[in-house]
């Protein structure tokens, strides 16, 4: 059995920096566990404590039921791919391949073996005599993967290794490696700031902001059921619509009040969160999804919505979907959470005393014509 386990483990670094804050995290035998988050949240650092390229402050790390903390990094069993895939380029990728069995005296047959089906399971076999230099970006990507197969390790760590190839080959790796760690069945962390690659590969994903786990929860329920306005803003593409409202009581339900215009809350909604009582009467944050959008004008658009005046600014036709970015007469959210999602996609700082909010609906192809 191969769980890893962070126990309220933290990194204060010797500056000062508390890079990692008392983080509990079981990861399971065989998981896929993605650690995602905005540059500096500390998901960099949680992994090299687990590779124990960093030495743990507080709390333990486990690797199955032995506590790693004092465990030097080679007796740890594990292997780490990380993003320059660091190959030797002096050496044919058979050697890279073997290198770390050749170190730990594996007999010769062996590695032969062990290297052949990791090349054959990667599709490098016609590549083996090769140098790195001559391979493209995704065999050496390969390669560094299969430097970690043949070790046989009880966990992958894995440090965006797919951040330095081209966007179609990011999707194709991105599935391979998916594919890979099922067959193999060895547990796995993987660090990414890319919010679709975690969505797409994990098992589980772990949200970090500021050396804090936010939400730990498959991708699916991540995306339904956010547990606050960080993680629902930074998980999904268009990014949640994020809206200064109030809610307010509302023959017998709740509505939401958001500059001139009130939106009833659908019942279902308001039956799904008991807690909502205590809100009533307080400022808070509404986030709509963009596909929970839909041009009512449209015939068949659903007559039970609630409705939204907005004025149309843009429309971009996707093919399947049109994204229509539209504005409303309500101010957008400016908490920490969300001025810290705004920065981490490069965009300007919102005006604080901005009346009018951006909405981003994904529209249905049944309104394109409109
Ligand atoms: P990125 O995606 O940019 O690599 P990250 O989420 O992986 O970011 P870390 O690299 O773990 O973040 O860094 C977490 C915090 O710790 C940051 O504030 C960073 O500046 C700080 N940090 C990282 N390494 C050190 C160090 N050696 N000494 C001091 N502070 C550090």
């Known amino acids: ?40 949240c500390g998901k960099t650092t949680a992994l090299r404590m687990v590779a124990g390229l960093e030495e743990i402050s507080e709390g333990d790390l486990r690797i199955g039921d032995r506590v790693i903390n004092d465990v030097p990094s080679r007796d740890r069993d594990i292997a780490m791919v990380f993003q320059s895939y660091a190959l030797y380029p002096h050496l044919s990728v058979y050697e890279n391949i073997a290198f770390g ?24 076999t016609e590549w083996l005599k090769r140098k790195p230099r001559n391979l493209s970006g995704g065999q050496r990507q390969r390669v560094a993967m299969g430097r970690a197969i043949v070790r046989e390790p009880q966990a992958f760590l894995m440090d965006e290794p797919l951040s330095n190839l081209d966007a179609k080959l990011r999707v194709q790796m991105r599935a391979e490696i998916a594919r890979l760690q099922d067959d193999l069945g060895v547990t796995t962390i993987y660090v990414t700031h890319d919010q679709v690659e975690a969505m797409t590969m994990g098992d589980r994903v772990a949200v970090m902001r500021r050396g804090e786990l936010q939400q730990v929860a498959t991708p699916q329920e991540l995306y339904d059921h956010p547990l606050n306005v960080f993680v629902g803003g930074f998980i999904g593409s268009p990014a949640m619509n994020l809206i200064e409202a109030t809610l307010e009581r509302d023959d017998g339900g709740y509505a939401v009040q958001l500059g001139d215009q009130r939106l009833a809350l659908p019942e279902q909604l308001v039956a799904a969160r008991p807690a909502l009582a205590q809100w009533a009467g307080r400022e808070l944050v509404l986030g709509i999804r963009p596909e929970s959008l839909e041009d009512a004008s449209v015939a068949g658009a659903a007559a039970d919505g609630s409705r939204l005046r907005a004025r149309v600014k843009l429309r971009e036709a996707l093919g399947s979907e049109v994204d229509v970015h539209a504005t409303i007469a309500a101010r957008p959210a400016q908490t920490d959470e969300v001025r810290e999602l705004q920065a981490d996609k490069g965009l300007e700082a919102l005006d604080a005393r901005a009346s009018e909010a951006t909405v981003v609906g994904r529209l249905s192809p049944k309104s394109r014509t409109v």
Request: proline content about 5%; cysteine-free.
């Open 1 to 40: 059995m191969a769980e890893v386990s962070f126990d309220r483990v933290s990194k204060v670094y010797p500056d000062g920096t508390r890079a990692v804050s008392s983080i509990q995290l079981e990861i399971a035998d065989q998981e896929f566990m993605v650690l995602v988050g905005p540059s500096g």
């Open 101 to 124: 069995l050749r170190l730990k005296k594996v007999p010769k047959d062996e590695i032969d073996r062990r290297v052949r089906e990791a090349a054959h399971v990667l599709d490098l």
